[in-house]
């Protein structure tokens, strides 16, 4: 089976259960955000090895802003601190890193901090590692068309000349192919506004493993169910 199996090109992660982890073991939610960041490190590693050349994560959605102030400063430090610490490891790893959402509201600290790791990696030929942070794709969406707009003010754009193509290379994934695969951990079978544009003909793929508790052995898991789903995009397969 391992031999000749498809190994999808994307694979985007709606990363979830940290807090039902964490509670399970009697700890404070944010201890299972910080067990669920090893997790991406290591996620990261494997995926690289295992061929998948885009890792797209989400790690803090436009609407995680309603969790209680500590929470959200918990997971504001905790992508600091990712931030600062993994440039050695990408320049390593060779793998390139962009983040996805507004990160017009984040601290300007941490807004340069990412800006800095994006320009270090741009030349980096490696895995492509997307982090969703501030990420809600209605507003992806909201904000591609304001620049369509702006630029349809400008007469560069004609509106009969908008395509499928143009949108998406003004959402923030522009220039990425779409996900082959999207896996949710935890049970929840919902997209909580995350890649809607995108994920039009992506597989889906659901575990109950809490995001902390997932690895290798489960990402194998959700790449041989995808190996056994058959992808007509609309057409026939005979
Ligand atoms: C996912 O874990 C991480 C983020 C949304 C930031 P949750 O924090 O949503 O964990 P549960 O769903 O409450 O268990
Ligand atoms: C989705 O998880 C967002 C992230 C994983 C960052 P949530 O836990 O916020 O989603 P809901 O509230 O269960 O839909
Ligand atoms: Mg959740």
């Known amino acids: 089976m391992t031999e000749d199996r498809k190994i999808p090109q994307h694979v985007a992660i709606i990363m979830d259960g940290n807090g039902r982890w964490a509670k399970k073991r009697g700890l404070p939610r944010t201890m299972g955000h910080a067990q669920g960041a090893r997790t991406v490190e290591q996620i990261l590693e494997d995926a690289d090895h295992m061929g998948i050349r885009y890792l797209t994560v989400y790690a803090f959605s436009t609407e995680n802003w ?19 610490t993994s440039l050695a490891k990408c320049a390593k790893n060779n793998v390139r890193i962009r983040v996805i959402g507004d990160k017009s509201r984040l601290d300007k600290d941490l807004q340069e901090s990412i800006a800095y790791l994006e320009e270090q990696t741009r030349t980096n030929t490696g895995i492509g590692f997307q982090i969703a942070i501030n990420y809600g794709s209605r507003d992806e969406m909201r904000r591609a068309v304001a620049r369509i707009a702006e630029e349809v003010k400008e007469g560069n754009i004609d ?8 949108i998406g ?3 923030d994934t522009g220039g990425i192919p779409d996900p082959d695969l999207l896996i949710r951990t935890c049970g929840e079978e919902r997209i909580s506004n995350f890649l809607l544009w995108q994920i039009a003909y992506s597989e889906l793929y659901f575990t109950d493993k809490a995001w902390p508790d997932f690895d290798k052995a489960e990402l194998e898991k959700a790449i041989d169910a995808y190996n056994h789903r058959e992808r007509r995009f609309g057409g026939l397969t005979e």
């Open 159 to 166: 509106p009969s000349g908008i395509t499928e193509e143009m």
């Open 66 to 84: 309603s969790r209680p102030d500590s929470e959200v400063k918990a997971l504001m430090n905790l992508l600091r601190k990712y931030m600062k």
């Open 169 to 171: 290379r003004y959402l």
